[in-house]
């Protein structure tokens, strides 16, 4: 006697028939949800538009006045995502005058935002379309923003310039960016056997260790001073 086995059913929902007018605002949303299902069930290149459009029960003349194209949907869909990525690191920063819960918050926005997209952040993040320039120069403005709002927080809190400042910044938010993705690709690993939670408090302790002694303006000026003393030294005759 023999089994059939099925395979799990990778299409999208079917769509629930053509919808009525909605304002732009909330037609583009739908749109970019309807996009972002097909993008994540089909991938980005195998998607067609007329499923898209289908998913979000319109026609595909309605689809093509909001989106000319399915690089402007993938385009729509990142700004979206680096909107929402702003927003979780803004609201870190801000909830708290505790320096040490905001690396905690810094850190976890990263594992948060991660998390909640799953399939879509590695489409829009981890794709092969990160070669396309501006796909490209959107991701390097989203980091830059995120580096010049942690700057901002640590030269006022530790007494580092502006120079220092966007460095710490910018490592930061590298090792909770790396750490986060690295988690994400192993989370139902049981080998891994590492929740969010304990993810996010050992990255956040290796962070607070080093952040939090970190040299104010004397240590600088002192470190400066040396690499010039040292700079300016002759050596002797030989």
């Known amino acids: 006697m023999t089994t059939t086995h099925t395979q799990p059913d990778s299409r999208p929902d079917p769509p629930t028939g053509r919808q009525g007018r909605l304002p732009r605002s909330a037609r583009r949303q739908?749109?970019?949800?309807?996009?972002?299902?097909?993008?994540v069930a089909r991938g980005y290149h195998a998607a067609v538009m007329d499923e898209i459009a289908d998913r979000a029960g319109v026609s595909k003349p309605v689809l093509y006045q909001h989106f000319p194209s399915k690089r402007e949907l993938?385009?729509?869909?990142?700004?979206?995502?680096?909107?929402?990525?702003?927003?979780?690191?803004?609201?870190?920063?801000?909830?708290?005058?505790?320096?040490k819960d905001r690396v905690h918050g810094a850190i976890a926005a990263y594992f948060e935002f991660v998390d909640a997209e799953g399939e879509a952040f590695r489409l829009l993040w981890e794709s092969d379309l990160r070669n396309d320039p501006e796909v490209h120069k959107k991701v390097e403005r989203a980091f830059a923003e995120i580096v010049s709002a942690l700057a901002d927080t640590i030269n006022a809190e530790s007494g580092a310039g502006p120079a220092q400042s966007h460095l710490l910044s910018a490592g930061l938010s590298g090792l909770a960016e790396i750490s986060a993705r690295w988690w994400l690709e192993r989370?139902?690993?049981?080998?891994?056997?590492?929740?969010?939670?304990?993810?996010?408090?050992?990255?956040?302790?290796?962070?607070?260790?080093?952040?939090?002694?970190?040299?104010v303006h004397s240590d600088l000026r002192a470190g400066a001073a040396g690499e010039s003393s040292a700079d300016s030294t002759v050596d002797p005759p030989g």
């Open 30 to 39: 739908q749109l970019l949800q309807a996009a972002r299902d097909i993008f």
């Open 74 to 99: 993938y385009l729509g869909l990142l700004d979206e995502q680096v909107m929402h990525l702003g927003e979780r690191m803004v609201t870190a920063l801000q909830d708290t005058n505790d320096n």
């Open 187 to 215: 989370r139902n690993d049981r080998a891994s056997d590492l929740s969010k939670d304990e993810a996010v408090a050992l990255i956040s302790a290796l962070a607070w260790r080093g952040i939090s002694g970190f040299p």
